[in-house]
Structure formats: structure tokens, C-alpha cells
């Protein structure tokens, strides 16, 4: 370790340890995309709940800081080159910000890029210099790992079914609240729908893909790891073999339990790669290569429990969107964030929305450009890099290859996975497998004086501090999301409407980039008949976020109260731009159009005003497909409606639109018997 300072060293590696063992357990949320407030606000909640994922940030950086002060040594070698891909990514994000509108995306992703890149250059400073830290930092994914497992397990067993209970417990209080409060709740199908699937997804919340990434991610390292904590019981042809069934047996099975069909072809993936990489099978590649198509396939249909493949036709509606931001801007990308809304914006009816397109290097490139996109690309293969580069002959140990073909089989499932899904969203798994592959590389990373350095490494050393200072950044964030927590949960409790509207306001003053605290605001001031109120906040909300079709339609709805036509109609039109597909905002678009050319006396609109925005929308399917049928139903918590359904169907059709995708006519149906959430 000379060079180094010991008790500084000691302290970087074992913080490391910690943090990547807690990141899956702690940061498994997505990055960027918090429609409502998730800050932990008392002590029980930072030890039993997941935590902020924008904290990852910070906390990545603060490795490198200790990294750098305890190793004051010039690297070289290998290892540099996984950190430089990551960096590469971290820097070609910043093209994102040229265009985007969603900063309140589009800054804690930046900064979430910048954390990845230097906490893999971290673990590459303490693995080269302190000869303690790569064995420690083994067993610690392990751990993590196996940690993991168990949380999996105690789902499958009897969680998935408390937390249904818990979560239609939870909605029939939601419910409460918002029609306390006079607005109409919209329950969370889609997360009852993935419940009943029973897919375990351990602490990762409600995405049992990306657990299941996790798992292939790590699962070959954690066999290894087994293998050799065997050997510490006799007898050794007995405790091996017993340990390394008990961890095949549970990964598989988990990944078995989580349904998860695009891991099932990631893992085969990486089981071809790591078949390959060896020098004996590579003769034999072709049957390799098809062995493995085949397992993938057997895989998929084995964990996909009969369900049906409408998940693979969706991505590729996601991918046709993608592709259409990459042609249209392909230096700069639509923006960072603006995924979502172009998508929304592009898809075809009844195609699925998403907020990102489930390919880290399609994705990418369609928000921040070509660059980000082959930085991504260069992410993804290292493992192939990792599998074909030459070996450094002197370290020839059985357990070293173990574990560079266990770091190769796993990291080249989830980069396989990555092609699929939103592994880069997630701190807790991109930021073990950013790391992963420095563990394999130490020895070809050794120390040398600081004056043998050239001007590239001093470059390299200014780029890492500069995404050190932009990791940090997210620490800006907490005062804002800590008061947006305090204002959903007094909400939620019904405090004076003046608390609310100084803890609203001061929530919002913080998180300067963030719509959700002004959309809180109009919604509160909706429920209290205070129009005027609402009116301002939503006009805030939009100038923060003029993309999003929701607050377009919450500003066409105070300002019609108001009595103002044709600021409603634009702002209805501004709805229906960004997403035309939405039934409820093609509603509103015609409702308006009509009461500005309706000779109907004004004093008469208040029923058929009541009616539509009180009524609830839903897309219906004709048989043809020749046109976007809406159909118009009732909340059955409400007395009758003021005007009929029909009649208000017949009033809106001669003022409806055409959905853009296919130029169809936009048709309305009464349906009395559908009701909201039924």
C-alpha cells in the first residue's frame, strides 16, 4: 500500500463494502420519474423503507473523495477501461439538456450518470492499491445477493399476498381522501394487475424484471463465492457441491418466481458469452451460440407462466417511437426525459405509454443523441471485452478464472437484459454492474510515481472531479423533496388549508424544476371552489413542464370554470397535441370547440359543463378499427348526471377530433353501465 494512507484506506473500503451491499436494498427505485413524494421523514422509515434513489449520487461521490485521499497513486492499466465507457455515458448525457423540457428529470439523471462513472473509478483505485479490498468487496455482493434472495423468497411465501391486502387497504383510503376532497380517483389498476400476477421482485418495488436482472447479474459471482466457502468444511466433496446446489437451486428458482422472460434470454445470453470466452469452446462457437438461442427460448416459455406476448409487441411500439426522436434530432436527442411525452405523443391508438423505452442504447440515443448512444453501447460490451482480452498469464489462479468467467457470464446477462429493460434507471443495480468488472481486472492495474503521468491522465483525473461535483449536485435536492413530503402527507391528513398552502409553496420555492408541487396546489384549491387559485397554479405547473398533456388539460379545466373560452381551447389543444390518444382530453378539446360555437345562451352551459368534466373516459375498440371510440361513463359515488350521457355524446360529436396516428375519426359513446375503476 505505499502511497497510501492506512486508516483513510480502510475507511474507503469498507464504505464502499457498504454501499454496494445496501444499494439494491436501498436505491432500487427508478430515477427521474416521481409523480408523487418519496422522501422518508422519520427515523423508521430511513431503516425499513426504500430511500431516495437520487441519493445514490451523492453518496457515489463521496467514495471517490475518500478513494482519492487514501490512494494518492497513479493507476494504469485495463481498468480504466470500463471507467472511461461509464464516463463517456456521463458526458454524452449532457446533450440531453440542450433540448429537454423535464429538467426534473433529465438533472437527476445527468447527475445519477456522473455517480456511476466515478464510483466504478473509485473501486478501481481501492481494488489496484489496498490488496484487503477485492475479497472484501466479493463477498459483499454475495451477501448483498443472498440478502436479496431472501427477500424474494419471503414473497413468494406469503408477502405477495399481505401486500395485495395492504395495497387495496391503501387504495380504499386514497379513494376517501380524494373524494373528500371533491376530486375523482383514479385507482392503480396496472399495480393490482401486476399483484395478482404474484411476481416476486424483492426490494425492488414492484418490478420483478429488473430483480430478476439483478439476480443473473450477480447469481454466477454468488456460486462462486460458495464454491469456495465449501471448502471450508469437511468434507469438501460433500459441502461444495451442497452449497453450490443450494445457490443454484434458489437463483434459478427465484428467477423462476418472477416471470421475468427477458432475463431468462439475458441469462442465456451470458452463458453463451462465458462459454466462448473459453479458449477450448471457441472452435466450437456456432453450436454454442445455438445451444444458447435455444436455452433462451426454453427459458422464456418456462418462466413466462402462459402469459401472452403482448409485452414484446409493446416494445416494439416503444422502439418505433424511439427511433422516430433519433431520425428526427439525431445529434442532440428530443431532451432528456422527453421520451414519454414524444411516445405518447407518436404511438399508435391503444399502443401502451412508458416513460422510457426499455433499451439503454436506443434510449439514449433518442434523448441525448448519437454520442450517448455509443456510449451506452460501449457500457454494454464490456463484457464481451472482458471475455475476449488476453489474461495476464502470471495470475493464473483456479479462483481468479472462476471469477472472471462468473463476472463475464453475469455482467454479459445484464447487459444482454439492458437491451430489454431500464436497468440504467436504477442506482442499485447499474452501479454494482458498473463496478463488477474492476474486480476482475486488479491485477493489471498497478501504482506508479505520480510523475510518470502525461497530460491524458491529468485530463482523466480533471473529467472524474468534474463528475464528482456533479454528483453532488443531488444533494440539492433534499430540502425540496423532504418539504414536498411534508406537504402529501398533510394533504393526506386534511391540515388547515393555510399550512397547506405555506408547506405548498415552500415545497415548490425548493424543488424550482418539479411541477407536482404547484399540480398539488390547483388541485387543493379545485376541491376548496377557489378557481382563481387553481388557474395559477396549473399556469406554474406548465411553464415548468409545458410537455406534459395532464396539466394542459387541468389548466383547460380552471380556465373553463372561469368562463375563459379561448384560453381553454388552447390549452385543450395543447392536451390533446401531446397526447392524442388520451379519451378524456379529446373529450374536453370537442366540449370547448362546441361552447365557442354554440348559440346556446350561456346561463344554460352549467349542466353540460358539469357533466363532461365530471364523467369518466375510457377507449373502446371497433371492430374495424376505423375510428378512436370513446366511451363516456358515470362514477356511480355521484348522484345522476345533470345532463344524460347520450345527449352529451350527441352534443360532442359534431365537434370531435381525428387521432393523428391513421387520421381517425374520433367517435362518442355513452356506456351507463361502465363505471370508474370497475
Not at 427505485?29 to 427515523?43: D, K, L, Q, S, Y
Not at 391528513?493 to 425548493?510: D, S
Not at 418539479?514 to 406554474?540: C, I, M, V, W
Not at 381553454?568 to 365557442?596: C, D, F, M, S, T
Request: net charge positive; aromatic share 8%; proline share 8%.
Amino acid at each position: 500500500m505505499n502511497g497510501s494512507r492506512p486508516k483513510l484506506a480502510a475507511t474507503a473500503r469498507w464504505y464502499v463494502a457498504v454501499l454496494l451491499f445496501l444499494a439494491p436494498l436501498r436505491f432500487s427505485g427508478i430515477i427521474g420519474f416521481t409523480e408523487g413524494a418519496n422522501f422518508p421523514v422519520g427515523g423508521w422509515q430511513w431503516v425499513f423503507e426504500l430511500w431516495p434513489p437520487f441519493l445514490a449520487a451523492p453518496l457515489a461521490a463521496l467514495a471517490y473523495v475518500l478513494a482519492l485521499c487514501a490512494h494518492r497513486q497513479t493507476l494504469k492499466g485495463p481498468g480504466m477501461g470500463p471507467a472511461a465507457a461509464w464516463s463517456a455515458l456521463a458526458g454524452a448525457s449532457l446533450f440531453g439538456l440542450l433540448r429537454t423540457t423535464e429538467w426534473e428529470y433529465a438533472l437527476p439523471f445527468v447527475c445519477h450518470a456522473a455517480s456511476v462513472a466515478v464510483l466504478a473509478a473509485a473501486v478501481r483505485r481501492i481494488v489496484a492499491c489496498d490488496p484487503w479490498a477485492r475479497r472484501l468487496l466479493v463477498r459483499t455482493l454475495a451477501a448483498s445477493l443472498l440478502w436479496c434472495c431472501l427477500r424474494g423468497a419471503e414473497q413468494r411465501f406469503g408477502g405477495l399476498e399481505t401486500t395485495e391486502k395492504e395495497f387495496l387497504r391503501g387504495q380504499a383510503q386514497d379513494r376517501e381522501g380524494v373524494e373528500k376532497q371533491g376530486g375523482v380517483f383514479t385507482p392503480n389498476s396496472g399495480l393490482h394487475d401486476k399483484l395478482k400476477q404474484r411476481r416476486v421482485y424483492g426490494p425492488f418495488p414492484m418490478s420483478a424484471n429488473l430483480y430478476a436482472a439483478h439476480l443473473i447479474l450477480l447469481a454466477p459471482l454468488l456460486l462462486v463465492v460458495l464454491w469456495r466457502a465449501g471448502g471450508r468444511f469437511e468434507p469438501e466433496r460433500v459441502s461444495r457441491p451442497l452449497l453450490l446446489g443450494f445457490g443454484a437451486v434458489l437463483c434459478l428458482a427465484l428467477l423462476y418466481w418472477s416471470g421475468s422472460r427477458s432475463a431468462a434470454l439475458g441469462l442465456a445470453a451470458g452463458l453463451a458469452l462465458g462459454g466462448l470466452s473459453l479458449p477450448a469452446l471457441r472452435r466450437w462457437r456456432i453450436p454454442v451460440a445455438v445451444m444458447a438461442l435455444l436455452l433462451g427460448i426454453g427459458l422464456m416459455f418456462a418462466v413466462g407462466g402462459g402469459r401472452n406476448l403482448l409485452s414484446a409487441s409493446a416494445r416494439l411500439q416503444y422502439y418505433r417511437s424511439a427511433w422516430i426522436m433519433f431520425r428526427t434530432r439525431p445529434v442532440t436527442g428530443a431532451g432528456l426525459g422527453e421520451f414519454y411525452t414524444e411516445h405518447v405523443r407518436l404511438r399508435p391508438l391503444h399502443a401502451e405509454p412508458t416513460h422510457m423505452p426499455h433499451n439503454m442504447p436506443l434510449g439514449l440515443a433518442a434523448q441525448a443523441g448519437i454520442l450517448a448512444g455509443l456510449a451506452a453501447l460501449a457500457c454494454l460490451a464490456v463484457p464481451a471485452w472482458l471475455a475476449f482480452s488476453p489474461r495476464q498469464r502470471s495470475s493464473a489462479e483456479t479462483d481468479d478464472r472462476l471469477e472472471r468467467l462468473a463476472v463475464v457470464v453475469g455482467l454479459g446477462a445484464w447487459s444482454a437484459h439492458a437491451f430489454l429493460d431500464l436497468n440504467v434507471q436504477v442506482p442499485g443495480t447499474v452501479l454494482t454492474a458498473a463496478c463488477l468488472p474492476l474486480l476482475v481486472l486488479h491485477d493489471q492495474a498497478c501504482a506508479v510515481p505520480p510523475n510518470e503521468g502525461g497530460r491524458g491522465r491529468h485530463l482523466w483525473a480533471v473529467a472524474l472531479l468534474l463528475l464528482t461535483g456533479l454528483a453532488f449536485l443531488s444533494i440539492l435536492r433534499i430540502p425540496g423533496e423532504y418539504r414536498f413530503q411534508v406537504f402529501s402527507t398533510s394533504m393526506q391528513t386534511g391540515e388547515p388549508a393555510m399550512t397547506l398552502l405555506e408547506q405548498g409553496k415552500q415545497a415548490a420555492r425548493w424543488l424550482p424544476t418539479s411541477p407536482q408541487p404547484h399540480r398539488l396546489l390547483g388541485r387543493f384549491a379545485e376541491a376548496k371552489g377557489n378557481q382563481a387559485d387553481a388557474l395559477t397554479a396549473y399556469e406554474r405547473a406548465v411553464q415548468r413542464a409545458p410537455h406534459r398533456a395532464g396539466i394542459w388539460a387541468q389548466l383547460a379545466r380552471a380556465r373553463l370554470r372561469l368562463g375563459d373560452l379561448p384560453g381553454a381551447a388552447a390549452a385543450a389543444a395543447e392536451a390533446v397535441r401531446w397526447n392524442p390518444g388520451h379519451p378524456k382530453y379529446q373529450a374536453y378539446r370537442a366540449l370547448i370547440r362546441g361552447l365557442r360555437l354554440t348559440t346556446l345562451p350561456s346561463s344554460e352551459w352549467a349542466p353540460l359543463i358539469q357533466t363532461a368534466l365530471a364523467a369518466d373516459y375510457r377507449l373502446g375498440r371497433q371492430a374495424d378499427g376505423a375510428a378512436m371510440v370513446v366511451l363516456l361513463g358515470w362514477p356511480e359515488r355521484l348522484p345522476p348526471p345533470p345532463l344524460p350521457l347520450s345527449a352529451l355524446a350527441e352534443w360532442l360529436a359534431p365537434h370531435a377530433g381525428v387521432f393523428p396516428s391513421g387520421d381517425l375519426p374520433v367517435r362518442f359513446q355513452p356506456s351507463p353501465a361502465w363505471t370508474n375503476g370497475e
